[in-house]
């Protein structure tokens, strides 16, 4: 009798060519479609060659069909959140709803390529539920809400490395941000650099007195400063910022905006991540060793401070538009970025 395999929209059956097998299993170990969903992936990409090469292995011990069949289940996630999902995928597919089998059919490739690995720690950011959760050994251990990218200025989706967190951190103003937003305001108001803790620099990286600066000259193609915020608590970044070594100028901080975790729609930024609960996850990757006390002290003019972790962490800034909510039961987002059309 032959035996046939489905997983996840994947099926294979006994006998097919090893190749078919492979294609079929790691789909089960590691998802399907990732890169259709993030734009950067400079954590598991590392990996690579070596699951390959333990996933052929594992097919040359393979020699029947209940053999197959233990290998399948010994590779799909065990977890109460991945069984929730999955039970949901077979309650959508029974009822024809296309939108949540989409929804779910993502959420759970996007689980598998992120929890198969059993990374000691890792980070994952949910743009769709504007949440973040911190895992240890694929145990949730915080979990907390987040402010993401406006539509028109998305969060990007990408998978990097937590290497550094920056205490009493600069913000170092882009360009874009700078000459179409703040540039406007200070040449209506030219005392308003001064009330925001706002510094120019000019191309040496020489700090100028904005007052000694003929605004009217200026316009977003020809202004010749660098803007950036002092530290301290009025700062953009509050005063922790979590280094992320993606392409992107992207990054997980505190928030002198603190009102809007109150809100339900929480899409206000450029496109960084502000974060909920900024001290315990610091204090969380560094073994409960951060000086919290000093960074509540919200000191002014601090020189920024910058903390390395021994073993980087593994960031992953995904889109779930079906998700596990903080009761444990599933959750449908709406699709803010129309993503999903």
Not at 159 to 188: G, H, S
């Amino acid at each position: 009798m032959m035996t046939v395999l489905l997983v996840a929209g994947a099926m294979v059956s006994w006998g097919q060519p090893v190749e078919d097998v492979f294609s079929f299993l790691k789909i089960v170990r590691s998802g399907e479609g990732i890169y259709e969903q993030v734009s950067y992936d400079g954590v598991t990409t590392l990996y690579r060659s070596e699951e390959d090469s333990m996933l052929r292995g594992r097919i040359a011990q393979v020699h029947t069909p209940a053999q197959l069949r233990t290998l399948v289940m010994q590779l799909v996630p065990r977890t109460a959140a991945y069984d929730t999902l999955s039970a949901g995928l077979a309650r959508a597919l029974t009822a024809g709803d296309r939108d949540k089998v989409r929804a779910l059919s993502i959420a759970l490739n996007i689980y598998r390529w992120i929890h198969h690995h059993s990374f000691p720690r890792c980070i994952v950011v949910n743009v769709a539920s504007a949440t973040l959760c911190y895992y240890e050994q694929d145990t949730l251990r915080l979990r907390m809400k987040v402010v993401v990218g406006k539509p028109s200025t998305r969060t990007p989706r990408f998978a990097a490395w937590c290497d550094q967190v920056i205490l009493y951190p600069y913000w170092n103003i882009p360009r874009k941000i700078a000459v179409t937003e703040f540039l406007p305001m200070f040449k209506r108001l030219p005392t308003l650099p001064d009330a925001m803790n706002i510094q120019l620099l000019d191309s040496r990286g020489k700090v100028v007195d904005p007052g000694s600066i003929d605004w009217k000259r200026w316009n977003r193609d020809n202004f010749p400063y660098a803007m950036r915020q002092s530290t301290g608590c009025d700062n953009a970044l509050g005063v922790i910022k979590f280094n992320l070594t993606s392409p992107y100028d992207v990054y997980m901080h505190d928030t002198n905006l603190r009102s809007a975790f109150r809100s339900a729609y929480r899409y206000y930024s450029h496109g960084c991540i502000r974060l909920e609960k900024p001290f315990e996850l610091g204090d969380a990757l560094f073994g409960g060793k951060l000086d919290t006390a000093f960074l509540a002290s919200c000191l002014k003019d601090q020189q920024p401070r910058s903390l390395r972790l021994d073993q980087p962490v593994p960031v992953f800034v995904v889109y779930l538009p079906a998700d596990i909510d903080a009761e444990g039961k599933l959750s449908f987002y709406r699709d803010i970025y129309h993503l999903l059309k």
